[in-house]
């Protein structure tokens, strides 16, 4: 583990100032490091993807607990520092652990060697959380559960119901992948830097989408339309979306969902059914061809 003085020697010797662009906070509290690893559940047969370790607590804390761990690190410094790190403190693990340079926010899955992960373990960057975690989500298939921690609010957001003040955009869309709920506070006091909020941990629990003939894109562009006028109707709100208000309305009808209501109500399943039920925009009418110039 890595404690207070670890983290403030470790960032001395590599001349680091954490950045907020790269949302650098470096949790120093060994305990809260412990209690993170025993929410993730890791167990010897996991493949684990850890997002931005940073100095590694927590790699230190996952590694003897995984069959295998990738870190996705997209700091240059850090991503050349943290093998060492691990090779000081657990040499005889080395094996089991793969660093992928790289930026989350672009990950694929062909830029991580091995089996494919179906474990997410992160403190993610709070500048960046939402994107990295759906892109993760749509982008790897095998993970099969997450553990991260994330700004307090955001967490609220993510496992929000409907009908509640923090319900939307993010909430219906990692619905869209899995089951998501709160696991637990994390004050601010266990960073260092400290950040001017609290954080969270949010587990999250992979499950088949909803059944429907829309595709995910289709979904989610109903979803951005509902919630980019979050007071209005649903019938004012997808107005653009549909091609009208009273198109907005049939679609609605179609959909079972009442166009008086707001997205806020709608559980994602609400959405797909609107997705299938959006009207075809109408066929352009045929060009007349010109009659040819008379050649005499």
């Known amino acids: 583990m890595l404690g207070p003085g670890d983290v403030r020697a470790l960032a001395a010797a590599l001349r680091l100032r954490p950045t907020k662009q790269l949302g650098q906070n470096f949790v120093t509290d060994a305990n809260t490091i412990r209690r993170i690893a025993r929410a993730a559940e ?43 790190t691990l090779a000081a403190r657990l040499p005889h693990l080395t094996d089991r652990f793969t660093l992928v340079h790289a930026d989350a926010l672009r990950l694929t899955p062909d830029e991580l060697p091995g089996p494919p992960p179906d474990a997410l373990v992160a403190n993610l960057p709070y500048n960046v959380a939402v994107p990295v975690l759906l892109h993760l989500l ?11 921690m994330v700004q307090s609010e955001v967490a609220d957001r993510l496992s929000a119901s409907p009908g509640t003040k923090s319900y939307g955009v993010p909430t219906v869309k990692a619905a869209w992948y899995a089951e998501a709920r709160r696991a637990g506070a994390v004050g601010r006091t266990v960073f260092w830097p400290q950040p001017n909020v609290d954080s969270a941990l949010v587990s999250l629990t992979r499950r088949e989408p909803p059944a429907t003939t829309a595709g995910r894109a289709e979904v989610f562009a109903v979803v951005d339309a509902a919630f980019a006028q979050r007071r209005k109707t649903l019938r004012a709100a997808l107005a653009g979306w549909a091609g009208s208000p009273a198109a907005a309305e049939a679609a609605c009808a179609a959909a079972g969902v009442s166009p008086q209501a707001r997205g806020e109500s709608l559980t994602v399943h609400d959405f797909a059914r609107l997705a299938e039920a959006r009207p075809s925009p109408p066929a352009a009418a045929p060009r007349r061809r010109r009659p040819d110039p008379d050649p005499s």
């Open 42 to 84: 890791v167990g010897e047969q996991d493949t684990v993807l850890e997002v931005g370790p940073g100095l590694g607590s927590l790699t230190l804390a996952l590694l003897p607990r995984a069959r295998h761990l990738t870190a996705v690190e997209i700091d240059d410094t850090l991503a050349a520092a943290l093998p060492a």
């Open 138 to 148: 749509e982008g790897l298939p095998s993970l099969r559960r997450a553990l991260v």
